[in-house]
């Protein structure tokens, strides 16, 4: 039965209603102003760094190293320092600043100089990144790329034109290679480089629909982005890839190699993963490649 001025309307078609239209609107400009909101959080770098970030705390010994601190960011930053066996009786001839990977700590490397520099009058300098160890404030990767330029900074004034060498490891490899857009490095050691957006949307993008991976991988600083900083850096560099590493992928670690831009040597550790040891024949290669950039920074200073 019809109703003056009330047509029969298909129950689809409520969805034009006035009414229903400015409920609705109300509705999704909330929606679109949380998800603004929570994009805008995500991007800042907040989560981001929770989500890549594994720091600890707690005290560990290092036997042979010496801790020093420097000032950095209204705190301090954590280094251990250690000579090779062919320094302890004289001055070093050159030094290694030596980033760590995540969820390592510099007490873990401080004294430990294989791959040839044991025969190499060096001193290492470790960093604890900010937020791990013995370093203040909170960890976060927004605090990576300035963290390492002090650290070069302070190393720098020590070394007083010896050569400086840095030697990385996974996230550490960010650090570096921002360091060695911004600095004189003698040469770099860089083992399981990631770049980091590539590796969080690509890898990790699909399991999210991209939701969650996305706005992670925008919050990545643009100043530890591997591959932009690869491109632009021009100083000799070692490349340790692991063939079966499962939180780096080949693929992806080549992709740094692949962007750098001066001269680089390759050396590809058979059936590793992301944290083994190197296998005897990779250690071999990295002495000599050791020698190699050794030798270019020696013939550089002569000149």
Not at 29 to 44: D, E, K, V
Not at 45 to 63: E, R
Not at 134 to 141: E, I, K, P, Y
Not at 226 to 242: R, T, W
């Amino acid at each position: 039965m019809h109703h003056c001025g009330t047509p029969d309307v298909h129950p689809g078609l409520l969805l034009f209603d006035k009414t229903v239209v400015r409920r609705l609107s109300k509705k999704y400009r909330r929606l679109l102003l949380y998800g603004s909101a929570y994009i805008i959080f995500w991007m800042i770098g907040g989560c981001t760094s929770f989500f890549v970030l594994f720091p600890s705390k707690d005290a560990i010994d290092a036997p042979g190293a010496q801790r020093h601190t420097i000032d950095f960011e209204g705190g301090q930053l954590e280094i251990l320092t250690a000579r090779s066996p062919a320094a302890i009786n004289r001055e070093p001839e050159a030094y290694v600043l030596r980033f760590c990977g995540n969820a390592e700590r510099a007490e873990w490397n401080a004294c430990r100089f294989g791959g040839g520099w044991n025969e190499k009058p060096i001193e290492m300098w470790s960093v604890n990144h900010p937020g791990f160890g013995g370093s203040s404030g909170s960890a976060r990767l927004a605090r990576l790329a300035p963290a390492a330029i002090a650290a070069y900074d302070a190393l720098a004034k020590e070394a007083a034109g010896k050569p400086i060498f840095i030697s990385a490891t996974s996230l550490g490899t960010t650090m570096a290679l921002h360091v060695a857009k911004q600095r004189p490095v003698a040469g770099l050691i860089l083992r399981t480089p990631p770049p980091l957006r590539q590796l969080i949307i690509q890898r990790h993008g699909w399991w999210n629909l991209w939701l969650l991976a996305t706005p992670v991988a925008m919050g990545v600083p643009s100043d530890i982005d591997s591959i932009a900083n690869a491109q632009k850096a021009d100083v000799p560099a070692v490349f340790i890839l692991m063939d079966s590493d499962t939180v780096v992928p080949l693929k992806y670690q080549q992709k740094v190699v692949d962007a750098y831009a001066g001269p680089k040597q390759l050396i590809i550790s058979r059936g590793g993963d992301h944290n083994s040891i190197l296998t005897p024949t990779a250690v071999d290669e990295l002495a000599q490649q050791i020698d190699w950039l050794w030798q270019r920074s020696t013939a550089t200073v002569s000149k």
